[in-house]
């Protein structure tokens, strides 16, 4: 008896249950909003939705005719199993060097060096390499404006630039970096540093 009078009162509750939660789904608009009416997590009034859509997307277009700045597309300049992925570079753009297939017995260090004048480079940044250890590896590099590298302005970072792999017999990849700036990066580039 006890058992079907548990069973009738948890039954009776759970119809009870089922109709009110019908009832109040029923009753209420859903007061949730879908993301399509929030702009910066704030919601939007019908007649402010175009033109803030609009303003940003203005916004946008000016930043990009500003800068007007076109990535140039990757040309991949090979050495042997060293290559660098351009031939002209944009200040704050990376350098992404791939190595691939080294021989076991190669072993030496890759040479980024910026031209001082017709006849001398000093040397930027210096990168070991060991067929034994490694035969493949990429490295991504990014000349800056440095102090103790005596690179105080634009204009020792432009112009001509050698990779040269110590070591080896492989020739060296010359390439050049233009005093334009890529759009995320001027002010790393704008006042000297020393």
């Known amino acids: 008896m006890k058992k079907n009078a548990t069973i009738g009162i948890i039954g009776g509750i759970t119809i009870i249950m089922t109709v009110a939660v019908i009832a109040l789904t029923f009753s209420e608009e859903s007061?949730?909003?879908d993301s399509e009416d929030m702009l910066d997590g704030e919601p939007i009034k019908n007649g402010e939705k175009?033109?803030?859509m609009q303003a940003k997307w203005d916004e946008i277009e000016k930043i990009k005719l500003e800068n007007n700045y076109?990535?140039?597309?990757r040309q991949w300049i090979t050495s042997g199993p060293f290559q660098?992925?351009?031939?002209?570079?944009?200040l704050g753009q990376k350098i992404f060097l791939v190595i691939e297939g080294l021989k076991l017995e190669e072993k030496g260090q890759i040479?980024?060096?910026r031209q001082l004048n017709d006849t001398h480079y000093s040397v930027y940044q210096t990168i070991p390499f060991d067929g034994e250890r490694k035969?493949?590896?990429n490295y991504y590099m990014q000349p800056k404006l440095s102090i103790s590298k005596g690179i105080c302005s634009i204009e020792d970072i432009a112009g001509n630039w050698a990779v040269v792999f110590k070591g080896t017999d492989h020739k060296?990849?010359?390439f050049e970096i233009t005093d334009k700036i890529i759009s995320n990066e001027?002010?790393?580039y704008q006042q000297p540093v020393c």
């Open 70 to 73: 076109l990535k140039k597309e």
């Open 186 to 188: 001027n002010e790393n």
């Open 31 to 33: 007061k949730t909003l």
């Open 135 to 137: 035969t493949e590896f």
């Open 172 to 174: 060296s990849i010359t």
């Open 50 to 52: 175009i033109s803030e």
């Open 111 to 113: 040479a980024f060096l």
């Open 84 to 90: 660098i992925d351009r031939d002209e570079y944009d």
